[in-house]
């Protein structure tokens, strides 16, 4: 990797979490604080409580914060630090908020979901509810997070009640505020694209399509017939024609936290520690020195000791 496209000199504390890369924005977690590390800019945003895990939106201009073992929430844009928006679970409970940040017809919106009730869509600019997203009844899904696929389109990350094997739904913005049915109408009509596994990582692949790396796990047991069930490996989807465009063999160990992001050419993952580039055209497996990717862009952050080095893969 010798595509350095920015250098930052900046010592990041060694909290365990894993940086996160967005539009060659560096945010890490200390203790009781972010530190947001940018082009002319570095800023120590202070938080109340102790970070659980944290995310940036694509254009990397706010993060959004979980923690107090998951019961408190926050929002602050990166450049200032001010805090656009609170969050916070069922009183007392711990593990009880969930929260994702999504770009909904060019406004930056939270996806918020108190235990066992349903996902409401909050503006981040004024707090106020856009709408709502069923997620209890006939389908008892348990949200987790969400991830900007392209302007047009989310994925929707999460398990049903009960399940081990997570599950992953593609859904178009335009239907959020119209459709509170629109998280069923994905996972039990299969009207647009969704997938599961017991492990299960979804990322942008160029504008109107996703990439989608799945184990089904099948261990000892007779795997399904059916392709779509027990295919282990990546899968490029068409988000528009709900249609499986190119499938992948990949057998290396990942997880449902995975960063995965593709081209034309290559898929991007990061996941357990190593970063692999596989060729879209062969499956070849390169792996890579890094530890944040920016599965937009295709960037990669290798941090060591007080330098940040970000490069193009």
């Not at 349903?118 to 981040?124: K, M």
Request: with cysteine; net charge negative.
């Amino acid at each position: 990797m010798n595509n350095i496209v920015a250098r930052y000199p900046i010592s990041f504390p060694q909290s365990g979490q894993t940086p996160v890369l967005r539009s060659r924005t560096v945010v890490a977690a200390g203790e009781q604080a972010l530190i947001v590390v940018s082009p002319g800019n570095t800023r120590t945003i202070p938080v109340e409580w102790a970070v659980d895990k944290f995310e940036l939106t694509p254009d990397g201009e706010f993060v959004l914060a979980l923690g107090d073992d998951m019961k408190r929430g926050a929002v602050w844009e990166t450049r200032t630090g001010r805090k656009v928006i609170e969050l916070t679970g069922a009183e007392g409970q711990r593990q009880s908020l969930r929260a994702g940040l999504v770009m909904i017809q060019e406004e930056l919106c939270v996806l918020v979901a108190v235990k066992n009730k349903d996902i409401v869509i909050l503006s981040a600019t004024d707090g106020a509810e856009r709408g709502w997203i069923a997620t209890t009844g006939m389908i008892w899904f348990h949200f987790e997070g969400v991830i900007q696929l392209d302007p047009n389109w989310i994925c929707i990350t999460g398990y049903h009640d009960g399940e081990s094997r997570d599950q992953i739904a593609a859904m178009q913005t335009s239907d959020l505020l119209q459709d509170p049915m629109a998280l069923y109408s994905a996972l039990v009509e299969r009207a647009t694209v969704s997938q599961w596994g017991y492990e299960i990582a979804a990322g942008p692949a160029g504008g109107g399509h996703a990439v989608v790396v799945r184990d089904p796990e099948w261990n000892n047991e007779e795997p399904s017939l059916d392709l779509a069930e027990s295919f282990r490996g990546i899968e490029i989807w068409d988000l528009k024609s709900n249609e499986v465009v190119q499938r992948i063999n990949y057998s290396d160990e990942f997880d449902s936290r995975a960063v995965i992001g593709a081209d034309n050419t290559r898929v991007v993952i990061q996941s357990h520690g190593h970063v692999h580039v596989i060729a879209r055209e062969n499956g070849d497996v390169t792996s890579v020195e890094g530890m944040a990717l920016d599965p937009y862009s295709l960037e990669l952050a290798t941090i060591q000791e007080d330098t940040i080095s970000i490069a193009k893969l």
